[in-house]
């Protein structure tokens, strides 16, 4: 009779995954940036004021769509194979940044202290988007900002349907990333108010092409649980 693998045992497999994705991740994403997305980057980013804070950065594709006004740019990511890619991608651009190994949940800066939070195909992967987004509202200024490019739940209850059951699949081989999380929901019962319009990421899996995009801001802060 087959063993169950033993929780170690997984995690060790997880971690190996993790490292051979940071290898895979621009290759697979090259086709979907070319034809839609890194023009997307682009527009959203020219918003983007003061210090700001972006979670989960990966490998560093947004670095060449910052303004160069921005006062401060701050990198949060957990994964140590993406964080080695986002700092020569960092040193190829020569961009000022510092880059914190840090979960979104765990943001390990003051109360208050930035001014634009930058979440581009992120809140899809973290373990806990509600706590996430509690963290971004308690380190955001009162005027501050989030501007966000998020995949989520399709409006099309076939395509729906299809995200439901590819669910798990899709996570194990995406790195954790939901496909089927209402995002702007999550967003709104955590207190922002979001600006956001539809679209579609194009030349990628039919699970991940919709897409909401846009900027949303605190209209009241909830007690992080």
């Known amino acids: ?9 997984v995690q060790d497999m997880n971690k190996a995954w993790l490292r051979v994705m940071a290898l895979l991740y621009d290759p697979f994403l090259w086709w979907g940036e070319a034809v839609g997305m890194r023009r997307r980057r682009r527009a959203v980013l020219t918003a983007a004021r003061g210090r700001v804070l ?6 560093g594709l947004n670095l060449p769509h910052y303004p160069d006004g921005v006062d401060e740019l701050l990198l949060t990511e957990p994964e140590p194979g993406m964080r080695r890619r ?6 190829r651009h020569g961009r000022a940044a510092r880059i914190i190994d840090a979960p979104a949940e765990r943001l390990p800066l003051p109360d208050a202290s930035v001014d634009t939070v ?3 195909l992120v809140l899809c992967t973290v373990a806990d988007p509600e706590r996430a987004l509690r963290e971004i509202a308690r380190v955001l200024r009162p ?3 989030v501007l966000f490019i998020e995949h989520v739940r399709a409006q099309s209850r076939w395509l729906a349907v299809c995200q439901d059951a590819m669910r798990r699949p899709w996570r194990a081989f995406a790195g954790g990333c939901v496909c089927n999380r209402s995002t702007l929901e999550t967003m709104s019962a955590c207190g922002f108010t979001a600006e956001t319009g539809d679209a579609a990421w194009r030349g990628m899996p039919a699970i991940v092409r919709p897409l909401v995009v ?4 605190v209209s009241s802060h909830l007690p992080v649980r």
Request: aromatic share 4%.
């Open 1 to 9: 009779m087959r063993r169950p693998c033993s929780r170690p045992y």
């Open 54 to 59: 972006e979670i989960g950065a990966g490998t």
């Open 86 to 91: 986002l700092a020569r991608r960092l040193d």
């Open 118 to 120: 930058v979440a581009t």
């Open 143 to 145: 005027d501050g900002q």
């Open 214 to 217: 846009g900027r949303a801001r």
